[in-house]
């Protein structure tokens, strides 16, 4: 993240370009202040970031480009690290105090102690494993069923097809990341062409289930 990224959070000082704007941090809870703000791989930001970051949580506030305070009182702050990740790889599950071990010396060694002792929690997440995976296949099935209701088309997924997109989309390292793309690949743009085609027509209930390396779509 670049130095100029603490005018895009706060705002552009009074005279520059996108002053009118408002910054992208300040503005979003100053019109929402019961927010949760999430900063992403927050290892990447530059160190005046860190500097808003530290008033921020020491203050509970912060001023905006245009000199008004900002209240942070009321907002949920979280931030994402892969600083220390590859322990949980190499280690795993089975070693798990020994990964969080060597994952808060890696947190200690890349953030200054100022930062790391404002922070009220540090959740160390494991990687998933493929049991979980199938939870997770359900909440993208029930997101797809919404689109479907519009048409009146019921989906039914078999147990064979969960378990086959939850085997495709499932990677050790990368956990859930790929079963998006799987699901599309393998579910949604071949339910996409039947639908097209004019083979499930509105109103239809389907049933899905494994067949080969594939989906197979019946209709009632």
């Known amino acids: ?41 927050i290892e990447k ?26 209240d942070f009182k009321n907002t949920i702050i ?55 995976i199938g939870g997770i296949v359900e909440i993208q099935m029930d997101r797809l069923r919404k689109r479907l209701a519009e048409r009146n088309i019921s989906l039914i997924l078999s147990d064979s097809a969960k378990a086959f997109l939850a085997e495709k989309g499932y990677d050790r390292i990368y956990g859930a990341r790929p079963l998006k793309r799987a699901i599309q690949k393998y579910l949604e743009n071949p339910l996409s062409m039947e639908i097209l085609k004019g083979n499930i027509p509105d109103g239809s209930a389907v049933m899905a289930d494994e067949e080969g390396d594939g989906i197979l779509f019946s209709v009632g």
């Open 1 to 41: 993240m670049e130095k100029h990224s603490v005018a895009r959070l706060l705002g552009a000082p009074p005279g520059y370009v996108g002053y009118e704007e408002g910054g992208y941090l300040t503005e979003a809870v100053r019109r929402r202040p019961y927010s949760v703000v999430l900063f992403d791989e």
């Open 78 to 132: 979280i931030m994402t690290s892969n600083v220390g990740s590859q322990w949980i790889q190499e280690l795993g599950a089975s070693q798990r105090e020994e990964a969080e071990r060597r994952v808060n010396d890696a947190l200690r060694s890349a953030f200054k102690p100022e930062f790391l002792n404002r922070i009220d929690e540090i959740i160390i997440f494991q990687n998933l494993v493929p049991e979980q």
């Open 45 to 70: 930001a530059h160190s005046d970031v860190f500097n808003v970051l530290l008033q921020i949580l020491d203050d509970g506030r912060m001023t905006d480009g245009h000199g008004r305070t900002v």
